[in-house]
C-alpha cells in the first residue's frame, strides 16, 4: 500500500481491519496469494472476529495473475463495506 491508502499494484498479501464502535465489533480479514504444488495459486481469505481464529476459505487459480486479480476485488469491496488497509509489518 502506498502513502496514499491505495492498493499496491501487485499486492500477495493484504491485511483489513473494520471496527464499529455503535455494534461494539472488531473484525479482520488477511488475504495472501500463495503458490500451489500444479503450478498454479491459492487465494486464501481469513476472516472473523478480532481475537477469534477465523474462517478460512481457499480458492485455486491457474497462475498468480489470476489470484492476484481476485485478492484486489476482494479487497476492494471489503474497503467499500468500511474496512481499513493496514501497513505492512
Do not use: C, H
Request: net charge positive.
Amino acid at each position: 500500500m502506498n502513502e496514499a491508502g491505495q492498493i499496491e499494484m501487485f499486492p500477495t498479501e493484504l491485511r483489513l481491519l473494520r471496527a464499529d464502535a455503535k455494534r461494539k465489533t472488531r473484525r479482520f480479514f488477511l488475504l495472501t496469494v500463495q503458490p500451489d504444488l500444479f503450478g498454479g495459486a491459492v487465494l486464501v481469505l481469513e476472516g472473523g472476529q478480532v481475537g477469534s481464529r477465523g474462517q478460512i476459505e481457499r480458492v485455486r487459480f491457474s497462475d498468480e495473475g489470476q489470484a492476484v486479480d481476485a485478492l484486489k476485488s476482494v479487497a476492494e469491496r471489503k474497503v467499500a463495506r468500511g474496512y481499513l488497509l493496514l501497513q505492512p509489518d
